[in-house]
């Protein structure tokens, strides 16, 4: 029999819902369960400080969990450890502290409060003085993607016809359109996240599992046995299979 591997979605700071999530895969694969999270654990959700907690104690404690970079991720510990308020995939206009963003709601969690009339050099000093630096620590040693068997869980995606020793960084956390238009086929099933959808969706080499909980729609959480996906719900494993189209 193939063993399970769990994966979870774009968390954002929901800890609750993260929470919520690591019952379904006790309750369907025990407390050893092996699962691969597929970053942005921060931004726009309450509680990022909880989620990185939650996550770096699981780590400490030897729990079989692997932790992939995602693109918010990065942002915050580059913005806490170099004062970077904007990445090169964003315009120019966006910032880590934009609304749309949600790096004032990470900040807020470690309780740092940012105004509109705030320099930027004051607002870093205040994020270096709250932010544990093993928080950051933390993610910058997160691999950028995790490869078992048929699998690939990786947070935006990939790059096609780059092999994944050569994928760019940039690519591995921020990619979309060239990624998700790609007919494929992929060496792997990519399972990812990064691009919010209405609900996990299966679009045959590639599993989205951004279900958008960034906006407070529901995280979602797969299990896999081979290619063959469940979600899990409190009813246990409902199939997912790939979209007609």
């Known amino acids: ?35 691969v999270f597929l970053g942005d654990y921060v931004d726009r959700g309450p509680d990022s400080r ?28 580059r913005f806490v450890q170099d004062c970077e308020i904007a990445d090169n995939r964003l315009p120019i ?7 749309r963003l949600g790096g004032r709601e990470t900040l807020a969690s470690y309780g740092v409060e940012v105004v509109d009339e705030d320099r930027i050099f004051q607002v870093n000093e205040r994020a270096c003085a709250a932010v544990p630096p093993e928080h950051i620590d933390f993610i910058n040693a997160l691999p950028l993607y995790h490869q078992e068997g048929v699998l690939l869980f990786v947070h935006a995606g990939i790059r096609p016809g780059i092999p994944l020793e050569q994928q760019a960084e940039d690519d591995l956390v921020w990619i979309r359109h060239e990624f998700l238009r790609d007919p494929g086929p992929h060496p792997w099933l990519v399972v990812h996240g990064h691009t919010p959808v209405d609900r996990a969706e299966h679009c045959s080499i590639r599993i989205n599992l951004d279900a958008g909980a960034g906006y407070g729609r529901p995280l979602a959480t797969a299990v896999f046995e081979g290619r063959d996906c469940w979600l899990l719900t409190e009813a246990g494993r409902v199939p997912l299979t790939p979209s007609p189209w």
């Open 93 to 99: 206009t966006l910032s880590w502290l934009h609304p």
């Open 50 to 77: 909880g989620v990185l907690d939650l996550l770096i104690e699981g780590q400490r404690a030897g729990r079989n969990w692997i932790m992939v970079k995602g693109n918010h991720d990065r942002m915050m510990a």
């Open 1 to 35: 029999m193939t063993s399970p591997i769990y994966a979870v979605g774009d968390i954002h700071g929901q800890l609750g819902m993260l929470e919520h999530a690591l019952r379904l895969i006790e309750q369907d694969g025990g407390p050893d369960a092996r699962i």
